[in-house]
């Protein structure tokens, strides 16, 4: 199955105690209230808005008959967007999807994301129209919450409400999608795997800075 899905997050920062002793634990991040949830971008796309990942992925490779581990830094970046009639379509080159099968060396692909309103969706065109468009979610999510792509499939996302705002699963048979949205940031952590032979992804945020562009 192709996953054809995107990813929010904001990593909500903690810092260490000025002036305290050695063994002091850095400050908790305080979860963001509804009203706060709600008011915040949950996906702050524009243009030259960039997240940046560490990745570790852990492969099955039969020339080596041996499961192998690699890490690598990942950059996920909006290079163009177009408006029309309300809707606006946000072309985004890295999503994380791109690291769910490679060979040796992961190929960074366009995708695009369509808002419109508090409507995200995706296309295969980088137009912003919807027609042919695949429905993501509705902002805000809400915990507990089935979101199914189509009425004639049986795999939908689950929602489940984070510290840092929401985690959205996808399961199929030997396949699990994972995104951890956080309102303000984007997609704070990306989990790819499959059952059987040994196919995990891990991706989580290092930094994100915001565009300079619409």
Request: glycine share 6%; charged share 25%.
């Amino acid at each position: 199955m192709k996953f054809r899905t995107p990813i929010i997050a904001v990593a909500l920062a903690t810092g260490s105690l000025l002036g305290s002793s050695a063994c002091s634990s850095p400050a908790k991040p305080r979860p963001m209230t509804m009203q706060e949830m709600v008011a915040a971008d949950p996906l702050p796309l524009s243009k030259g808005a960039k997240w940046t990942y560490k990745i570790s992925v852990l492969r099955y490779e039969p020339e080596k008959d041996a499961e192998v581990k690699q890490e690598l830094d990942w950059a996920t970046e909006v290079v163009d967007v177009k408006e029309a009639n309300g809707v606006t379509a946000y072309v985004v080159k890295g999503w994380p999807t791109d690291l769910m099968d490679f060979d040796k060396v992961p190929v960074a692909s366009e995708r695009t994301i369509l808002r419109s309103d508090n409507n995200f969706l995706w296309s295969e065109k980088s137009e912003p129209s919807l027609d042919d468009a695949e429905g993501w979610f509705t902002w805000p999510l809400i915990d507990g919450q089935k979101i199914c792509p189509s009425a004639e499939t049986t795999y939908c996302w689950q929602v489940s409400a984070i510290e840092t705002g929401y985690a959205m699963s996808f399961y199929t048979g030997p396949d699990e999608v994972l995104y951890e949205l956080s309102p303000g940031t984007g997609v704070s952590r990306f989990r790819y795997l499959h059952h059987g032979t040994t196919n995990t992804v891990e991706a989580k945020l290092v930094s994100f800075k915001k565009g300079t562009g619409k």
